[in-house]
């Protein structure tokens, strides 16, 4: 197959050594910055926020949290060109989803008076994979890696190498960059930028990937 999207996407790939010497110009980061923008989630909930890691003191900062665990990620601290931290909240409430609705008003995507029915309605949807104690860390969680998808197909798209990593220190994350997260958590970072030529052992392979009988089945 010779569509341009078959193209990109076979030629993304997991870089495991970036040039430390080259940047993601800002026009692209503006891209990429829109693109996780506009990301869908489960009734619009968008429970999540984006740390986009640049300058050298937060790239420290993020190497930092490599001190106990997955050091064979920490490189990619600081020798990308930017990370981001996907981060979701725990206990999504209510009053997180009024700002959504607020929003869907005042975009003139849904009718003022439709504002009730929307915040009771979809929220109900929420309140179906919340425990107890007003946790729906793992509905929230599977939100935001709608936008680590996006993004990696977003960065495929623009050419840009990327290391997704669920190989981070949640715990220490939250510790480090304990303001900036605001009590929501991050499972998962992307480190993004230019491979080191020469020395980034996946650039080039073939994509190793299961059968499409395997996986899709036509009915
Ligand atoms: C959610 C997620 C977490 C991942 N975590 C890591 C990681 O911590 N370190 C790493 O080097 N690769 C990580 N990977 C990369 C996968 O191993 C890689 O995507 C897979 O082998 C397919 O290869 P490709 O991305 O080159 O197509 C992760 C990928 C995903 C989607």
Redo the contacts with the bound molecule.
């Keep these: 197959m010779s569509h341009q999207i078959i193209a990109d996407l076979n030629t ?3 870089a ?1 050594k970036y040039d430390a010497s080259k940047r993601i110009s800002t026009e692209d980061m503006d891209v990429i910055k829109q693109a996780i923008r506009l990301s869908a989630s489960s009734i619009n909930s968008q429970p999540w926020k984006f740390l986009v890691i640049e300058s050298d003191e937060a790239k420290q900062r993020f190497h930092n949290t490599f001190a106990n665990m ?1 050091q ?2 920490q490189p990619h601290a600081t020798e990308a060109s930017h990370i981001i931290l996907f981060a979701n909240k725990t206990h999504y409430s209510k009053d997180d989803y009024r700002r959504v609705v607020d929003a869907e008003v005042s975009s003139g995507h849904l009718p003022k008076e439709m504002y009730s029915n929307m915040l009771d309605g979809a929220f109900s949807f929420a309140e179906s994979n919340t425990d107890s104690e007003g946790f729906n860390g793992n509905w929230t969680k599977a939100q935001t ?1 709608i936008a ?1 998808g996006n993004t990696l197909h977003t960065l495929a798209r623009l050419g840009i190498a990327s ?6 220190d949640p715990d220490l994350i939250s510790e480090v960059f304990k303001d900036e997260l605001d009590g929501y958590e991050c499972t ?1 970072a992307l480190a993004m930028g230019y491979h080191l030529e020469g020395e980034d052992y ?1 650039h080039g392979l073939p ?2 990937r299961l059968a499409m009988d395997d996986v899709v089945t036509v009915l």
């Design positions: 993304r790939y997991t495991k997955h064979f990620n890696y680590l290391t997704p990593m669920e190989g981070v998962v996946n994509k190793a």
